[in-house]
């Protein structure tokens, strides 16, 4: 059996000194390479919690958390940065672009920042990316001036500039119109199925939730259904 | 630092225009304050040394004075004795082998000019006109490498044969005199002895030009009633502020005093420090509030691209490449700001030269900004820009990524 990509054991996470808040509660949980994977519940239940301690963007109080079989535990803040970079890719509700950069030298970012510089290859590979999202004619727009699903079909391609294998996507679709949020889910599930990259999707929307292979619910910190999506 | 840390500091500054402009403009203005200032105090200073060190010579040799007298009580072994020279009335103090002594100065390797000199006081006497002056002979061969008198000429000729005499064009003004009179000096001995006129200078100082009489040194000699010797003899060296030094080094050689310019006007020289003290304490007040400029301006800036920081983080940008793109950002604010300060320096600094004049329209003194100033300045700036930069790009750094995301 190969290694998951992502592995959650005894996941907790705690705010707070004088009242602390237990927001994670144990959570056990795999992610296996090349799954399309939604994690929903209600708000305030810990999914965003739950998401950043996945993307290595903030540690549990207690418990591990293993990228491709490696504890990230005693991991200092520059190898973590670098694993993160190297395996991860993220998608957020408002895009968080890099305004004033165009879309190609947006989508080229992750490579340049791990690299410290720009190369031919990555203008290749980004363009590659453009492509796959259809806006490798809008390559040299400033993101500023692309409209909401273009730019977050930009962070897409972005976030898998370094050919990660789990994508991280908070409420991708969060922020867009019915029609092009069915667009980008879309373009994410072709992405899984061409390139066999993972994806954990964060939704609201329950229908989306069900549209993926699997379904995670996370309520009060605590994961409460590991199922596959009834849609898929 | 990496291609991409460039990349990303020019960006935001380009992204951020109107506050970019801002720490462009509040570091423009610095730089410029201190280039025009720095560059207006040496000025002025430059053209102070040059007033005063162009009527002196760097280093003079002046005689001891006479011998100590012999002691008319012999202490015992637990007593001392303190003895103090008086020069004796009315007698000029002499250096009598001066040759010696100007042909062991001329192996000084700094060495403009020697020249032996004797001077004296006296009186200018034109019918019943009485004005005090100081007789200067010179050896005219190489007095004027010292103190240059023949191109201050403003008529006649730098000639001394057959008692030739130049004076000061107030002295001529109040003696009536012109080139080609007779005028008649009166030595303390109240001997006379006429002279003519071959030539009048004008050195643009009231002192000199109302009492030096320049005579030959061998008149001089016989006026003031030397026997073959010297008052003095005047040194010139390539760089005056050497002067010290060199003095310092021909003593163990001169068995004579020896005084530097340094020495004889420790009073302006201790202006003159003062005054850039005051200097380096205003540029270093101009820096303060550069750097406090450029850090608040850039603290602003990190809450505003808080998100693209976090993004930044997140895609695998490291606490140090963070580090450095908000330092470049002020170290290029800093050095930019130079660029330009310094040119708007130099525009101030001409403008005061075309626009700033005395009442005969001449530049009261020439402001000539160098380029050790705009290095210095550039320096300066770059640095300043650099350390405001600390304080926000350590808060930018250290920014979690996960809050820099969900609260931008």
């Not at chain 2, 001529?172 to 030539?199: I, K, M, N, Q, Y």
Request: with cysteine; hydrophobic share 45%; aromatic share 6%.
């Amino acid at each position: 059996m190969s290694e998951s990509i992502l592995r959650l054991e005894e996941v907790t996470r705690e705010f707070g000194e004088v009242v602390v808040t237990r927001v994670l509660k144990g959570i056990d949980l795999r992610i296996e390479p090349g799954e399309f994977t939604s994690l929903v519940g209600p708000s305030g239940s810990g999914k965003s919690t739950m998401l950043n301690i996945m993307g290595l963007l903030d540690r549990p109080t207690t418990g591990g958390v293993f990228v491709d079989g490696e504890s990230t535990t005693d991991l200092d803040d520059h190898a973590i940065t670098r694993l993160r970079g190297r395996t991860l890719g993220f998608v957020f509700q408002f895009h968080h672009l890099l305004t004033g950069f165009s879309a190609l030298e947006n989508v080229m970012m992750p490579a340049a920042v791990d690299r410290g510089k720009f190369t031919t290859a990555m203008r290749e590979r980004a363009e590659a990316l453009l492509e796959q999202v259809e806006l490798l004619e809008h390559e040299t727009k400033n993101v500023q001036h692309l409209s909401g699903g273009q730019m977050q079909r930009v962070a897409i391609a972005r976030a898998l500039t370094n050919e990660p294998k789990l994508v991280l996507a908070d409420e991708p679709t969060g922020n867009l119109d019915t029609h092009t949020a069915d667009r980008v889910m879309d373009l994410m599930r072709r992405i899984n199925e061409e390139l066999d990259t993972a994806f954990l999707i964060v939704t609201h929307e329950e229908a989306r939730a069900e549209s993926c292979e699997r379904l995670i619910r996370l309520v009060d910190g605590e994961i409460v259904e590991d199922r596959p999506g009834k849609d898929a | 630092m990496k291609p991409i840390e460039f990349f990303l500091a020019l960006r935001f500054l380009r992204e951020g225009r109107s506050q970019t402009l801002l720490i462009f403009s509040g570091a423009t203005a610095g730089v410029a304050v201190i280039v025009f200032l720095t560059s207006l105090i040496v000025g002025l200073q430059d053209s102070l040394v040059e007033q005063i060190m162009g009527l002196q010579p760097h280093i003079v040799v002046e005689p001891i004075g006479e011998s100590e007298p012999p002691r008319i009580y012999e202490p015992e072994a637990d007593e001392y004795v303190f003895t103090r020279t008086e020069p004796r009335p009315g007698r000029i103090d002499e250096i009598g082998e001066w040759a010696t002594v100007v042909e062991t100065i001329a192996a000084t390797p700094e060495l403009v000019a020697v020249s032996p000199v004797a001077f004296g006081p006296a009186s200018a006497v034109r019918g019943q006109i009485l004005e005090p002056i100081e007789i200067r002979g010179i050896d005219p061969a190489t007095y004027n490498d010292v103190i240059e008198i023949e191109g201050r000429l403003v008529s006649g000729e730098y000639e001394f044969e057959d008692q030739g005499t130049i004076i000061g064009v107030d002295l001529a003004d109040e003696l009536g005199v012109d080139v080609g009179d007779r005028v008649r000096f009166v030595t303390a001995e109240e001997e006379s002895h006429s002279f003519t006129v071959r030539g009048i200078f004008d050195v643009g100082a009231s002192g000199p030009n109302q009492s030096w009489v320049y005579v030959s040194l061998r008149e001089a000699q016989s006026m003031l009633d030397l026997s073959e010797g010297v008052t003095a003899i005047q040194v010139t060296i390539d760089d005056l502020f050497d002067a010290d030094d060199v003095a310092e080094r021909l003593d163990l050689y001169v068995d004579h005093e020896l005084r530097s310019w340094q020495e004889t006007n420790e009073d302006l020289l201790r202006a003159l420090r003062t005054q850039s003290a005051s200097t380096i304490l205003i540029a270093v007040f101009v820096a303060i509030s550069v750097a406090l400029g450029i850090a608040s301006v850039l603290v602003v800036t990190v809450v505003q691209k808080r998100g693209q920081v976090g993004v930044l983080r997140a895609m695998g940008g490291s606490m140090g490449t963070i580090l450095r793109v908000f330092l470049i950002q002020g170290a290029t604010v800093g050095l930019v700001g130079s660029i330009f300060g310094s040119v708007l320096g130099t525009a101030l600094a001409l403008g005061f030269n075309n626009f700033v004049r005395d009442e005969q329209g001449e530049v009261i003194f020439p402001i000539e900004p160098s380029p050790t100033i705009f290095v210095m300045a550039c320096l300066l700036a770059t640095l300043t820009g650099l350390l405001a930069a600390v304080v926000p790009a350590r808060r930018a750094a250290r920014m979690d990524p996960a809050d820099a995301i969900k609260n931008a």
